[in-house]
Antibody, heavy 120, light 110 residues
Framework: EVQLVESGGGLVQPGGSLRLSCAAS????????IDWVRQAPGKGLEWVGR??????????EYAASVKGRFTISRDDSKNSLYLQMNSLKTEDTAVYYC???????????WGLGTLVTVSS | QSVLTQSPSASGTPGQRVTISCSGS????????VNWYQQLPGTAPKLLMY???QRPSGVPGRFSGSKSGTSASLAISGLQSEDEADYYC???????????FGGGTKLTVL
């Protein structure tokens, strides 16, 4: 059974940093692209960034709204993905979902999410 | 402001057929396949439809999808109370070089 479990969310002040983790199981982690998608309270879904698979050299892509502030990394030996978030803004407040991608364009599994609140 | 446009709300009575639409442009829906996600209250989204009209295992046949030009639609026939949820369309955007989502449609079963 595919499982994605996020952790690391919490309350942080504007300008602060936070590192989210995503632990994956039930599939060959290194074969898949993994995306972070977020959802602000009461709002829609927004793509945050992507880690491609081993075949594609684990390259990363980011949404314009987080580029230069967020960094995605992964450790295939631990089946884990990370999202390092720096220079956080109030508008980064959201539930952050770790998601598995198939065919480069389809998210087929979602984690339960972890809430990040940026507030003073 | 979402790249893909969806009506904020839709409604129907049990047994009815409801259609949710999603409008985009040539850089997204026009050149790429569309996926649909269902988000039940208080839960994470779930893949409902992929590649325009393909249902993942376990999704009832009451759900169907279609795409024409730069628009896509999700139809739900034989509406049931458990279908009350938010529905999001999504596709790849060639200009933004990333996936994009619609703003979501809140479906109410009256």
């Amino acid at each position: 059974e595919v499982q994605l479990v996020e952790s690391g969310g919490g309350l942080v002040q504007p300008g602060g940093s936070l590192r989210l983790s995503c632990a994956a199981s039930g599939f060959t982690f290194s074969d898949h692209y993994i995306d972070w998608v977020r959802q602000a309270p009461g709002k829609g879904l927004e793509w945050v960034g992507r880690s491609r698979n081993k075949v594609n050299s684990y390259s990363t892509e980011y949404a314009a709204s987080v580029k230069g502030r967020f960094t995605i990394s992964r450790d295939d030996s631990k089946n884990s993905l990370y999202l390092q978030m720096n220079s956080l803004k109030t508008e980064d407040t959201a539930v952050y979902y770790c998601t598995r991608v198939v065919g480069a364009t389809t998210v087929d599994y979602w984690g339960l999410g972890t809430l990040v609140t940026v507030s003073s | 402001q979402s790249v893909l446009t969806q009506s904020p709300s839709a409604s129907g009575t049990p047994g009815q057929r409801v259609t949710i639409s999603c409008s985009g442009s040539s850089s997204n829906i026009g050149g790429n396949s569309v996926n649909w996600y269902q988000q039940l209250p208080g839960t994470a989204p779930k893949l409902l439809m992929y590649s325009n009209n393909q249902r993942p295992s376990g999704v009832p046949g009451r759900f169907s999808g279609s795409k024409s030009g730069t628009s896509a639609s999700l139809a739900i026939s034989g509406l049931q109370s458990e279908d009350e949820a938010d529905y999001y369309c999504s596709t790849w955007d060639d200009s933004l070089n990333g996936p994009v989502f619609g703003g979501g449609t809140k479906l109410t079963v009256l």
